[in-house]
Nanobody, 115 residues
Framework: QVQLVESGGGLVQAGGSLRLSCAAS????????MGWYRQAPGKQREMVAR???????IYTDAVKGRFTISRDNAKNTVYLQMNDLKPEDTADYYC?????????WGQGTQVTVSS
């Protein structure tokens, strides 16, 4: 089993920054990909950013140029640096990891951006 523990959410004013962290632990041999998804009230969960083996990163258009995903392989941890936050970024953010072909999710961390 693999556990994902997220941290770093909170309340911030528009234009501010937050950094999310997600640490994976458990029976890990290799991590194929790690990423962040978000779900706003009344909306479907959407991919925000993803980093795959080799370091390739993918972002949804809405966050390009504002968010940066990075990974510390030694710590099995993925980060999401969020700058210039907007009220529309308000959502529950979930860490996702593909470990040995299996998909795992964190519990979620809330991000609220006030205008």
């Amino acid at each position: 089993q693999v556990q994902l523990v997220e941290s770093g959410g909170g309340l911030v004013q528009a234009g501010g920054s937050l950094r999310l962290s997600c640490a994976a632990s458990g029976s890990i041999v290799s991590i194929n990909a790690m990423g962040w998804y978000r779900q706003a009230p009344g909306k479907q969960r959407e991919m925000v950013a993803r980093i795959i083996s080799g370091g390739t990163t993918i972002y949804t258009d809405a966050v390009k140029g504002r968010f940066t995903i990075s990974r510390d392989n030694a710590k099995n941890t993925v980060y999401l640096q969020m700058n210039d936050l907007k009220p529309e970024d308000t959502a529950d953010y979930y860490c996702n990891s593909l470990v040995q072909g299996k998909n795992y999710w964190g519990q979620g961390t809330q991000v609220t951006v006030s205008s």
